[in-house]
Structure formats: C-alpha cells, structure tokens
C-alpha cells in the first residue's frame, strides 16, 4: 500500500464497530468484578443500539459467562461478536490497533505498549494486536510493528492532518527526544501534517501521565471539547484553567480560533482515602452517537447538555462509569474504535 495513500480517520468517521475486552478474574477488576461488568453491560447495550461491539475474551469460559450476562440484560445479542485473545487488562485504548485506512485497504499501527512507561505489567497486552490479526478479527490489513512506546489515549487527530496530544505524556516515555523529534515522528507514523502540543493539564488519580482523551478531544475540525473546572478550591483549578488558555491560543488551519466547548467539573471522587479521575472528556463517539461517562454526579446532565451542543447531529447516551475510574479511566479507555470496512 503506497504509505501517501494512507490517513489517520477521526473517531466520527463511520465505523464498522468498537472493540472492547470482557473484565475477568484475572484482570485488576478481580476485587470489584460485578460492578465492573455491570458497566460493560451498559456500555454494549448502548453501542449495539447504533453498530456491533468486538468483545475480546481470554477463554471458552469466560465468553459463556459474558454472553450469558449481556443476554440476560436483553442486549442485541445479533451485534455482539466474541473473539478470543489473551489480553493482561482491559484498557483497549491502549493497547488496541490504531487504524490508518487507504482507498482499499487499512494498515493496523502496532506501537510497543508498555503498561503506562512500566507501571504494570503488560506484555500479553503489547501483543494483542497480532494475536488480533491471527484470528483473522480484520479485513483487508497489513500490520505495522512499531517499536514505540505510544497509547491510543495520548493521541487524538481531527481527520484532516490535525493531531493534539500532550507534552507531559509524550515525554515521559521518551525523555531522550525533544518537541521537535517527537512531533516529526508521531507526524510520519500517524500521517499528520500539524502537531499541536498541550503543556497544562493533569487530572489525579491518572496515571497514564495525562493522556488528552482525559483532557481534550476534536469534535469537529474547528471544535474541541475539553474537561474545565471552576473550582478555584480544587487542587486542579490553576493547571486546568491554564490548560483552557493554552486551548483557547490554538488555531484551525486555517487560523482561526477553535470553537470551545468547557465540561462541567464533577464533585471529587474519593475511594478509600484516593482522589479518583472523573473526567467527562473521556467520551466515545460511535455511528450516530456519542457515549459519555456519567458518575452519578449532579454534572452528568450538565455534562450531557455540553456535548449535546458539540454533537448536534448525534444522540447523547450516559454511561455509568464510576466504577471504571476506581482502576484510573473511564470509558473511551476502555474501547477502540474499528474503522468501517476494517473487519473481517
């Protein structure tokens, strides 16, 4: 495949269907595995409502236990499709393809995953996508290892050439390289032509050292959704507002400013004496839809209203994902999108 013919699409592009992988025994949702599931169950009724979901299972076993949980709570059972693989976590974000499509065919970037610079253990995890690909899950693909450490949740591009991404993640994987060495090789591997860096940005509990789909996301080529806060008590108030002011200097290329859409700012999470990380920017856009997490906060409404203006032409649907950021994400963590065309 000619490497010009390739583009990065963005994640509202049409879709063929979101990759997910069953939480289980031996995962790190093992102490709190019922109300982990309890959201996955939510999470796939509510995008089978608008495409199929990709459930990646560890074993025979654990596929008969899920499908017998999402059948029970009525889900679609028609747009569930199961695939067997060993996976360390569930954190498909990460550790997923990322999907470069051509005129007739898709080439899956293999990028090294290294469990967040080393904090956990993730070798079954960094060789997922070729376990993917010898199932024969995708069509019409070529795989591309790249020994490189890069998370699908430390990038988000506008479809057009346009990638953001976040300075503290980037380097702290890769201290040795600079902005400049840095943004040429995300540029050529992701077939970019602009690299936008944020330097402000943080949000405790994270420990994927800022990743920007917990900060700020495209929601159009000349829109960006990022998570606010006006709390000038919180011990986030001063990184996020300067974060806000770094966004607000960004410009489309054409030059002009981006139109900004602010997230409402849940009350704090705490969990046995830890702050949790309750971001609203960790949304999935699907075909027709955008699936926000909600945490049970009184700005999960507000939060939905926000996105229902960034989205005009798409259905809002809640998600409840306070479970999820127990383990340090929310639900676009948890999910890959496939591009339309790319399974097999």
């Given at each position: 495949m000619?490497?010009d ?16 992988a069953?939480?289980?025994a031996?995962?790190?949702w093992?102490?709190r595995?019922g109300?982990?599931?309890?959201t996955?169950?939510?999470?796939a009724a ?9 459930i990646c ?7 008969a ?7 029970s ?17 569930t ?14 065919a898709?080439r ?11 904090k ?7 060789a997922?996508?070729?376990d993917?690909e ?9 795989r591309q290892?790249?020994?490189?450490a890069?998370?699908?949740?430390a990038?988000?591009?506008d479809?057009?050439?346009t990638l953001?991404?976040?300075?503290t993640?980037?380097h ?7 902005r ?12 970019q032509?602009?690299v936008?860096?944020?330097d402000?940005?943080?949000?405790e509990?994270d ?6 789909d917990t900060?700020a996301?495209?929601?159009?080529v ?7 806060c006006?709390d000038?008590?919180?011990s986030?108030?001063a990184?996020?507002?300067?974060m806000a002011?770094?966004?607000a ?11 900004l859409?602010?997230?409402p700012?849940a ?6 004496g830890?702050r949790?990380?309750?971001s ?12 926000m997490?909600?945490y ?8 939905a209203e926000?996105m229902?203006?960034?989205f ?9 994902c306070?479970?999820?950021?127990w ?5 676009h963590?948890i999910?890959m999108q496939l591009?339309e065309?790319?399974?097999g």
């Amino acid at each position: 495949m000619p490497p010009d013919a390739l583009r990065f699409p963005a994640e509202w592009e049409p879709q063929s269907a979101v990759l997910i992988a069953w939480p289980h025994a031996g995962t790190d949702w093992a102490e709190r595995l019922g109300e982990v599931e309890d959201t996955y169950i939510a999470l796939a009724a509510a995008a089978t409502r608008f495409q199929p979901v990709v459930i990646c299972v560890a074993d025979a076993d654990i596929e008969a236990y899920a499908r017998a949980r999402l059948s029970s709570a009525r889900v679609d059972m028609s747009r569930i499709r199961f695939v067997e693989a060993p996976y360390d976590d569930t954190w498909l974000r990460d550790s997923g393809p990322i999907t470069l499509r051509g005129p007739n065919a898709f080439r899956l970037l293999d990028f090294r995953f290294t469990g967040w610079g080393g904090k956990f253990e993730a070798s079954r995890d960094d060789a997922l996508v070729l376990d993917l690909e010898d199932v024969k899950l995708f069509a019409k693909s070529d795989r591309q290892e790249i020994d490189f450490a890069l998370e699908g949740g430390a990038i988000e591009t506008d479809g057009e050439g346009t990638l953001l991404t976040t300075w503290t993640c980037l380097h702290e994987r890769h201290p040795t390289l600079d902005r400049n060495a840095l943004g040429e090789r995300l540029a050529a591997w992701l077939r970019q032509d602009r690299v936008l860096w944020l330097d402000h940005g943080y949000l405790e509990g994270d420990d994927t050292d800022a990743h920007v789909d917990t900060l700020a996301r495209f929601a159009a080529v000349d829109a960006i959704v990022y998570q606010a806060c006006d709390d000038a008590t919180d011990s986030h108030f001063a990184e996020l507002q300067a974060m806000a002011r770094e966004i607000a200097a960004l410009r489309t290329r054409d030059g002009q400013p981006y139109r900004l859409f602010p997230l409402p700012w849940a009350q704090p999470v705490i969990d046995d004496g830890r702050r949790l990380a309750a971001s609203y920017a960790n949304f999935l856009i699907i075909n027709g839809a955008v699936l926000m997490p909600a945490y049970g906060d009184v700005a999960d409404d507000a939060a939905a209203e926000v996105m229902a203006r960034a989205f005009p032409d798409r259905e809002i649907v809640q998600v409840p994902c306070r479970p999820l950021i127990w383990q340090n994400g929310s639900l676009h963590c948890i999910t890959m999108q496939l591009p339309e065309g790319l399974l097999g």
